[in-house]
């Protein structure tokens, strides 16, 4: 595949129920994160907020991956779905936890609003 130049072009290269999944796990972390920005990091579609990546989101054959998704206080639900530190992965075949991933992206958004005002005040 050849290297996307945008997010459109990322997601439309996909096959189509991964592209499904994408679309779904896009929609949802822009609900749950209303302020962020969309880019390309990594080669992935990424989600930014307060001057920091939020989480990236990746779509393969058979499952869709969202990176960054560390949260301690949601280890336990989230189990089933992580792969490594910060890692989850969705398998195709199997609807998207939405309100757990909300909850996640919102836990996210704290901890970098959080992390930017620590750094604002660093500065002072």
């Known amino acids: 595949m050849k290297k996307p130049t945008s ?14 999944l994408v679309t779904q ?5 822009r609900k749950a994160a209303p302020g962020a920005t969309e880019k390309l990091s990594y080669g992935m579609p990424t989600f930014a907020l307060a001057g920091k990546n ?10 869709v991956g969202l990176y960054g ?14 792969t490594g530190k910060g890692t989850l992965r969705f398998e195709l075949d199997e609807p998207l936890p939405a309100k757990l991933v909300q909850k996640l992206i919102k836990l996210r958004v704290a901890q970098n609003v959080e992390e930017a005002e620590t750094r604002k005040a660093r500065k002072r």
């Open 54 to 63: 939020l989480v990236h989101v990746a779509g393969f054959e058979g499952h």
């Open 7 to 20: 997010i459109e072009a990322y997601v439309a290269a996909l096959p189509p129920k991964t592209k499904t």
């Open 69 to 82: 998704a560390r949260a301690m206080v949601l280890e336990a639900d989230l189990a089933k779905y992580q």
């Open 25 to 29: 796990l896009q929609a949802i972390i």
